[in-house]
């Protein structure tokens, strides 16, 4: 027997775990094969990629998002900058959870969180097929998945948390796929958030001030139980860090001569939003 491949890897792994997707088309239940097609009984099909993802898209979607905005990303997450969000997040869990990223992007904040916690079994989805693709080559022993959650491959109860972090959120989803007393758990800016990289790009504009606070408004009316904390802290920056996250942020992206930007240190100011259904 040689060794597996990635892609007969995650086939494995993810047909322990096939009881909870359902189809995108038309919500019934589906099944895997050794050969990595995933079916429904109406006979629409997926294959599992060489990469080790499916792709649930129903329709092609463009997306702004980039192979090396994903592959910036990934360097500034393992680079521990967000390890205290990280690790307020799992305080917030028990071991044994199913967790769903919601816009996991290349999936580094899940796969450092599931690290943390016992027997996890994570499951992350973004539109961007770039960032699952990144996903995939970066972490194993993880179901990633391209799709929509407004046309969503998962069954009703199927994940104790939902993690939605600086990433936009489907509330409605959220709470038909949790299970009982589940867990959201949101991650929203807080007015520092990467302060000194916003008064580069938007120096003396109204967008250099940022308030959060119709975000949580609206969280706080979806959910119940909701506790917020604020997790606020300045690091130094590694020098070569400074271009990556120019380039992982789309604030970034509004600043014409990256190379001259100097970023000593860089602010993490967050609520961490936690509620249930």
């Known amino acids: 027997m040689g060794q597996l491949s990635k892609r007969e890897v995650s086939i494995r792994y993810t047909q322990q775990h096939i009881t909870m997707f359902s189809c995108p088309f038309c919500q019934n239940e589906m099944q895997l094969t050794d050969t990595g097609t995933m079916s429904c009984t109406n006979k629409h099909s997926f294959d599992m990629a060489k990469q080790g993802y499916m792709n649930f898209m129903t329709k092609p979607v463009a997306s702004m998002y980039s192979k090396e ?3 910036a990303r990934q360097e500034v997450i393992t680079s521990g900058l967000y390890d205290p969000l990280q690790q307020t997040i799992v305080s917030f869990l028990s071991s044994n959870q199913v967790i769903l990223d919601t816009g996991c992007g290349e999936g580094s904040h899940l796969a450092r969180i599931c690290a943390q916690l016992p027997n996890a079994v994570g499951v992350g989805i973004d539109i961007a097929k770039e960032g699952i693709l990144a996903a995939a080559k970066f972490y194993s022993e993880k179901i990633w998945c391209v799709g929509d959650l407004a046309n969503s491959p998962f069954q009703s109860e199927s994940f104790s948390t939902i ?14 796929l949790l299970k009982p007393n589940g867990k ?11 302060k000194e990289l916003r008064v580069q790009a938007f120096a003396d504009s109204d967008k250099e001030n940022y308030s959060n606070a119709q975000t949580v408004e609206r969280f706080k009316e979806s959910f119940n139980k909701v506790d917020v904390q604020r997790i606020t802290y300045t690091v130094p920056l590694n020098t070569k860090l400074v271009a990556k996250l120019l380039q992982m942020t789309p604030m970034g992206w509004h600043i014409k001569n990256i190379e001259t930007v100097e970023l000593p240190q860089i602010t993490i100011d967050v609520d961490i939003l936690v509620g249930e259904v």
């Open 184 to 194: 959201v758990i949101k991650v929203v800016p807080q007015e520092g958030y990467l």
């Open 163 to 176: 993690l939605n972090i600086l990433s936009p959120a489907n509330y409605e989803e959220f709470k038909r």
């Open 69 to 71: 905005l994903f592959e």
